[in-house]
């Protein structure tokens, strides 16, 4: 996913430091979360609505059973 596209939007509801990474879990509208990794340049805080981008050639989807 890229910060600012146009195909999903999403709630951040919490910010996890991992040293120099950061990864943010979101919200979407159907209640499902995702955990998003943004770029270096990206700024972005628990409690903003971001729309999202969706780089189908990145994309792992694992099975949750």
Not at 21 to 50: F, R, T
Request: glycine fraction near 8%; aromatic fraction near 4%.
């Amino acid at each position: 996913f890229s910060i600012g596209g146009d195909d999903l939007t999403a709630s951040i509801t919490d910010t996890f430091y991992l040293g120099e990474q950061v990864e943010l879990l979101a919200e979407l509208p159907n209640d499902q979360q995702l955990i998003l990794k943004p770029q270096n340049d990206e700024s972005v805080s628990s409690g903003d609505e971001v729309s999202l981008g969706i780089d189908t050639s990145r994309i792992h989807v694992l099975d949750s059973s």
